[in-house]
């Protein structure tokens, strides 16, 4: 059951220019949602994250925003540095329990 | 310490072979989390771990599973009579639940591949 859902398995965009990702999910029990970023031989780290009862949380150059009647979020990245080129998974969690992930949005930055 | 540690990084080994992996969490995290990552996917929840006790498994955990955590502290995945779709990457996280949400953090994982 893919109650998670990233889109876009791929995203190429200028540096110094917006990048945007997104991220669908269909289980409204969910109530925290969380980015986190992938280098490869690495594992995820976290990025920012929203509670449900937020529609958007900021941090520097990073911004989360949570439509919660259509059930979508999304990650702002301005501006976009090449070293933010990595793969992206959006989560969720309900009742801080475990976390349930897409399956992730390699971010290209190009110089 | 300052993060998930997990060992070995990587590990070959032969069909119907046991493996065992270890991952020392982040000292004062109480969860201990397991994931399982294939290419192209995200990670996908395996187990999780309040304290010592385990409190869910996924259905993605077969009977040739198996996960301690026995002092709280650090915990072991064991896989036995490993099979060619055990190969993945198989993360832990830990994260310290309380009042306020609080993210997970993972560890490097530890890469299985199956000969």
């Known amino acids: 059951d893919q109650q998670v859902k990233q889109n876009s398995p791929s995203l190429s965009v200028q540096e110094g220019r917006i990048s945007i990702l997104n991220c669908d999910y269909t289980n409204s029990m969910f109530d925290y949602f969380l980015w986190y970023k992938k280098y490869p031989a690495e594992g995820p780290t976290f990025l920012i994250s929203?509670?449900?009862?937020?529609d958007k949380n900021e941090d520097g150059r990073f911004t989360v925003f949570l439509n919660k009647s259509a059930k979508h979020l999304s990650l702002h990245i301005v501006p976009s540095q090449p070293g933010d080129s990595a793969v992206y998974f959006c989560a969720a969690r309900a009742n801080n329990n475990d976390m349930r992930f897409g399956a992730g949005t390699r971010l290209t930055v190009k110089p | 310490d300052t993060g998930v540690s997990q060992n070995p990084r990587h590990k070959i080994t032969k069909r119907g072979q046991n493996v065992t992996f270890r991952c020392d969490p982040i000292?004062?995290?109480?969860?201990l989390y397991w994931y399982r990552q294939t290419l192209g996917q995200g990670p996908e929840f395996l187990t999780y771990f309040q304290n010592e006790a385990q409190l869910e498994k996924s259905r993605l955990l077969s009977d040739r599973f198996s996960a301690e955590r026995p002092k709280g502290s650090f915990s072991t995945l064991e896989i036995q009579r490993t099979e060619q779709g055990d190969s993945a990457m198989y993360l832990c996280?830990?994260?310290?639940?309380?009042?306020?949400?609080?993210?997970?953090?993972f560890g490097d994982g530890t890469r299985l591949s199956i000969l």
């Open positions: 000292s004062e995290h109480n969860r």
């Open positions: 929203i509670s449900s009862i937020k």
């Open positions: 996280a830990s994260s310290l639940v309380g009042t306020v949400n609080q993210p997970q953090h």
